[in-house]
T-cell receptor, first 113, second 114 residues
Framework: DQQVKQNSPSLSVQEGRISILNCDYT??????FLWYKKYPAEGPTFLIS?????DKNEDGRFTVFLNKSAKHLSLHIVPSQPGDSAVYFC????????????FGEGTQLTVNP | DTGVSQNPRHKITKRGQNVTFRCDPI?????LYWYRQTLGQGPEFLTY????????KSRLLSDRFSAERPKGSFSTLEIQRTEQGDSAMYLC????????????FGSGTRLTVV
């Protein structure tokens, strides 16, 4: 049972343009959502998070949008840079449990110069 | 403190052997997690400690797997009688419990069972 899904295995964009990565979830108990970036041979690196009481959170070039009614979140990167090329994972948690993150399968982002 | 440290980085073992991995979390973090990641998948939760107490275990964690966190500091993950299906990246993460800061992952231990 895949509770967090990233339906696009890969995305390619031009440098300077917007990258939009999408994520869907099925468990309505999730109340905290996070995005991680992963380079080869490294562990995932935390990017940005959002609580279910918000619909948008922004940090520099990264913005996460949450649509609770659609059980959908997205990560916008603008402007995209070649150094952003990595695998991006969305993850969800039930905050009060303080325990597990449930991850999606990941999306490989390639930013072309 | 430079983050979460995992040792070894790589481990090749023969099927049937036992292996042990170590994780040193960020010192101020009281929560420690183990995940497993296979090719093309996101990390899968294995187990979670708060201080020295193991509070949750995934059904993925068969009885061949055991994890400890003595004194609430470093943690070890042991796999007994390894099988080829155990080949994966084993990731450790730690957290202060404040979700705004996320969980900090180590670089992982790559296990290959031959």
């Amino acid at each position: 049972d895949q509770q967090v899904k990233q339906n696009s295995p890969s995305l390619s964009v031009q440098e300077g343009r917007i990258s939009i990565l999408n994520c869907d979830y099925t468990n309505s108990m999730f109340d905290y959502f996070l995005w991680y970036k992963k380079y080869p041979a490294e562990g995932p690196t935390f990017l940005i998070s959002i609580s279910s009481i918000k619909d948008k959170n922004e940090d520099g070039r990264f913005t996460v949008f949450l649509n609770k009614s659609a059980k959908h979140l997205s990560l916008h990167i603008v402007p995209s840079q070649p150094g952003d090329s990595a695998v991006y994972f969305c993850a969800a948690s039930v905050e009060t449990s303080g325990s597990r993150l449930t991850f999606g399968e990941g999306t490989q982002l390639t930013v072309n110069p | 403190d430079t983050g979460v440290s995992q040792n070894p980085r790589h481990k090749i073992t023969k099927r049937g052997q036992n292996v042990t991995f170590r994780c040193d979390p960020i010192s101020e973090h009281n929560r420690l997690y183990w995940y497993r990641q296979t090719l093309g998948q996101g990390p899968e939760f294995l187990t979670y400690f708060q201080n020295e107490a193991q509070l949750e275990k995934s059904r993925l964690l068969s009885d061949r797997f055991s994890a400890e966190r003595p004194k609430g500091s470093f943690s070890t993950l042991e796999i007994q009688r390894t099988e080829q299906g155990d080949s994966a990246m084993y990731l450790c993460a730690s957290s202060s419990g404040i979700m705004d800061y996320g969980y900090t992952f180590g670089s992982g231990t790559r296990l290959t069972v031959v």
